[in-house]
């Protein structure tokens, strides 16, 4: 099993920023990909960003730019630091682990962008 505790989320103004952090224990393979999704109200989930065990990233379209995944792999966490937030970032974000073994998610934290 995989646990994933995040923190970081809030309210904060538009034009702001936020730091998300992502805290994997348990079974941890070293090989391994953790990322952030987020579900806006009435949408479904969508992918925000990826990085793999190697810091090979990836990133919605949406995001590019303003967004910046990380990882200490020696903490197994991950981090998303979110610039230039928009109201339409609005959403409950997800951390997620996967690796050949296991496909966990986090609890979810809110963030809220106010115009």
């Known amino acids: 099993q995989v646990q994933l505790v995040e923190s970081g989320g809030g309210l904060v103004q538009a034009g702001g920023s936020l730091r998300l952090s992502c805290a994997a224990s348990g079974s941890i393979y070293s090989s391994n990909t953790m990322g952030w999704y987020r579900r806006a109200p009435g949408k479904q989930r969508e992918l925000v960003a990826t990085?793999?065990?190697?810091?090979?990233?990836a990133y919605a379209d949406s995001v590019k730019g303003r967004f910046t995944i990380s990882r200490d792999n020696a903490k197994n966490t991950v981090y998303l630091q979110m610039n230039s937030l928009k109201p339409e970032d609005t959403a409950v974000y997800y951390c997620n682990y996967k690796s050949r073994f296991y496909n966990a998610w986090g609890q979810g934290t809110q963030v809220t962008v106010s115009s």
């Open positions: 990085i793999t065990s190697g810091a090979i990233t």
